[in-house]
């Protein structure tokens, strides 16, 4: 096995070690925040060439790996070269498809009392409230405090609203003391 295959090999038997498919957020954000091999973009454009040579398969959203990685380890302390990622070698040796088994669709019916998740994070229940006070502290208008939060929440992927508020009340001096206080005794 060549040192770039090897080297694939080991990126894709990290990221799959579950045995599950994982989606391409995910994977991006084992490559970049978990194992800080590369930044977000260089593991974008690694996923997206993977795929392209045949080494990830894409099943509607959700990646897995397109050749054999039991029993591949990676030594103490190894990190890939990026540039082995962003431009690989074509997969030669692709994994046998498999034959699908038709699963009948079952249509999946919503109870019309479930709770949504930002009903349960008392955090979340308490984000007017938040945009409210931080409005009244700063003198920004309700709406523009709304809009701030939300372009937070676009540009950080993984931030939620009472995350992006609290980073806007700390950008406008505001104290974080009374903030913080009124999410502790929710």
Same mark, same amino acid.
């Given at each position: 096995?060549?040192? *770039? ?5 080991r ?14 957020d995910?994977?991006? +954000? ?11 973009e ?8 993977? /795929? ?17 990685? +039991? ?7 190894? &990190?890939?070269?990026p540039?082995? %990622? ?8 692709? !994994?046998?498809?498999? !034959?699908?088994? *038709? ?12 709770? @949504?998740? @930002?009903k ?13 006070? /931080?409005?009244? &502290?700063?003198?920004?208008? %309700?709406?523009?405090?709304?809009? +701030?939060?939300?372009?937070k929440? !676009? ?9 992006a508020?609290?980073? /806007?009340?700390?950008? &406008? ?8 206080? @009124?999410?502790?005794?929710?």
């Open positions: 096995m060549s040192a *770039e295959t090897e080297d694939v090999k990126v894709l038997a990290i990221c799959f070690r579950t045995g599950a498919s994982q989606t391409a995910d994977v991006e +954000r084992i490559l970049s925040f978990d194992m800080g091999w590369m930044d977000t260089t593991a974008h454009n690694a996923i997206k060439a993977l /795929i392209f040579s045949g080494w990830i398969k894409d099943d509607g959203g959700l990646l897995s790996p397109n050749c054999d990685i +039991r029993g591949i380890k990676a030594p103490l302390g190894w &990190q890939p070269r540039s082995r %990622l962003t431009d690989p070698v074509v997969n030669g040796v692709a !994994k046998p498809v498999e !034959k699908e088994v *038709e699963t009948p669709k079952i249509p999946v019916v919503k109870k019309p009392g479930t709770v @949504s998740s @930002s349960l994070d008392p955090r979340a229940r308490m984000e007017k409230r938040l945009a409210k006070f /931080i409005s009244k &502290q700063s003198g920004i208008e %309700l709406e523009e405090i709304n809009r +701030r939060a939300e372009r929440v !676009k540009a950080l992927r993984y931030c939620t609203m009472w995350l508020l609290c980073l /806007i009340s700390r950008e &406008q001096d505001l104290e974080m003391g009374p903030i913080i206080d @009124s999410f502790a005794s929710s």
